[in-house]
């Protein structure tokens, strides 16, 4: 059974940091792209950040540029997102997904597979 499982969400102050890990199982991801998503309270999923299969290729929403992270360990099959200075409007389910093929998209419909999410709460 394969799983993307969440994890490191909170409640933080704005100017904050938090780091996400995502957890893979069932299958081999490491020749997946990987990608976080999040959807605010009465907003549409949106897309995050995402990461080739091999780590070497990382794109950004510009909301999120110069302030999150995404990184790999393909030897645990797990993605992270570290997010510094976060802000209110930061707050949002975050989701990861993969994209088997290896190279990175932005669109949600093209990731095969989710995780259940993790809430980030920022407060101003």
């Known amino acids: 059974q394969v799983q993307l499982v969440e994890s490191g969400g909170g409640l933080v102050q704005a100017g904050g940091s938090l780091r996400l890990s995502c957890a893979a199982s069932g299958r081999t991801f490491s020749s997946d792209a990987m990608g976080w998503f999040r959807q605010g309270p009465g907003q549409a999923r949106g897309f995050v950040a995402a990461?080739?299969?091999?780590?070497?290729?990382?794109y950004y929403a510009d909301s999120v540029k110069g302030r999150f992270t995404i990184s790999r360990d393909n030897a645990k099959n797990t993605v992270y997102l570290q997010m510094k200075s976060l802000k209110p409007e930061d707050t949002a389910l975050y989701y990861c997904?993969?994209?088997?093929?290896?190279?990175?998209?932005?669109?949600?419909?093209?990731?095969?597979?989710w995780g259940q999410g993790t809430q980030v709460t920022v407060s101003s």
């Open positions: 997904a993969a994209k088997p093929g290896g190279t990175i998209a932005t669109m949600f419909e093209e990731y095969d597979y």
């Open positions: 990461i080739s299969w091999s780590g070497d290729s990382t």
